[in-house]
């Protein structure tokens, strides 16, 4: 079975900015991962600070309500790795950590943040820690006994504001068959239930993009810059 993995810097970054992609695949037989290195319970989850009384061990939890239901509803499997955020600080146990989750996964492909996020440092430290954990996973020398893994593609997922952040998509994903099941996965958010619309109109304006790019008519799409080379044994595989 093909695989695929996301690395999330807090809860909700794979639902808005990959939903599509791991529904999609998911319902195509994909074995589709999550790992969420936080649930931005200091610094995403506004709302529910407003209430009187809320306390961060109440946060987490409600967060993790939340994010366990949307991959749910995405077909994912998702693990928590309990970070902080806000700021966030990562380990090199946890780097180490992803790097063994790559070769066990196996994926065929890595989705995660661009190293461009001038509004959120956890954004732009995650996908140093994504690209970072891929590269060891290759290296030899590191637990020697397991096999190591192969050079896969990772997918810079859209940040909050692209024209600011360097971020210049090259692929577009047609997420019309499953953008329901995004949608329903939005909702489970309510901690951030602002969003919910905002990232609706940014499926739309990539749909309408990737309509223009490809002739065919998409109503819905999800945008990705590739990091590294596609090798392609013709020019028809493009």
């Given at each position: 079975?093909?695989?695929?993995?996301?690395?999330?810097?807090?809860?909700?970054?794979?639902?808005?900015?990959?939903?599509?992609?791991?529904?999609?695949?998911?319902?195509?037989?994909?074995?589709?991962?999550?790992?969420?290195?936080?649930?931005?319970?200091?610094?995403?989850?506004?709302?529910?600070?407003?209430?009187?009384?809320?306390?961060?061990?109440?946060?987490n939890?409600?967060?993790?309500?939340?994010?366990?239901?949307?991959?749910?509803?995405?077909?994912?499997?998702?693990?928590?790795?309990?970070?902080?955020?806000?700021?966030?600080?990562?380990?090199?146990?946890?780097?180490?950590?992803?790097?063994?989750?790559?070769?066990?996964?196996?994926?065929?492909?890595i989705?995660?943040?661009?190293?461009?996020?001038?509004?959120?440092?956890?954004?732009?430290?995650?996908?140093?820690?994504a690209?970072?954990?891929?590269?060891?996973?290759?290296?030899?020398?590191h637990?020697?006994?397991?096999?190591?893994?192969?050079?896969?593609?990772?997918?810079?997922?859209?940040?909050?504001?692209?024209?600011?952040?360097?971020?210049?998509?090259?692929?577009?994903?047609?997420?019309?068959?499953?953008?329901?099941?995004?949608?329903?996965?939005?909702?489970?958010?309510?901690?951030?239930?602002?969003?919910?619309?905002?990232?609706?109109?940014?499926?739309?304006?990539?749909?309408?993009?990737?309509?223009?790019?490809?002739?065919?008519?998409?109503?819905?799409?999800?945008?990705?810059?590739?990091?590294?080379?596609?090798?392609?044994?013709?020019?028809?595989?493009?």
């Amino acid at each position: 079975m093909p695989s695929g993995l996301v690395i999330s810097a807090h809860a909700a970054d794979f639902v808005w900015r990959s939903g599509g992609a791991i529904a999609l695949h998911a319902r195509e037989g994909w074995d589709m991962h999550v790992v969420c290195l936080s649930l931005g319970a200091r610094g995403e989850s506004a709302k529910l600070w407003r209430q009187e009384g809320m306390t961060l061990d109440r946060v987490n939890a409600e967060r993790t309500d939340e994010t366990r239901r949307a991959a749910d509803v995405l077909g994912a499997n998702l693990r928590l790795l309990g970070h902080l955020d806000y700021p966030m600080r990562i380990t090199e146990d946890t780097i180490l950590q992803l790097a063994d989750t790559i070769r066990e996964v196996a994926p065929s492909f890595i989705l995660s943040h661009a190293p461009g996020d001038p509004w959120n440092f956890d954004h732009e430290l995650t996908s140093r820690v994504a690209q970072e954990a891929q590269i060891i996973s290759q290296a030899k020398g590191h637990n020697p006994q397991v096999p190591s893994a192969k050079p896969v593609p990772i997918l810079m997922y859209e940040p909050h504001q692209p024209e600011n952040s360097g971020w210049k998509p090259d692929l577009y994903l047609n997420i019309d068959p499953v953008f329901d099941l995004k949608r329903k996965a939005f909702e489970c958010m309510d901690a951030q239930e602002w969003l919910w619309d905002y990232h609706t109109r940014v499926a739309l304006q990539r749909g309408n993009q990737a309509w223009l790019n490809s002739g065919t008519r998409i109503t819905h799409a999800e945008a990705y810059q590739t990091l590294f080379p596609r090798v392609v044994s013709s020019f028809p595989a493009i």
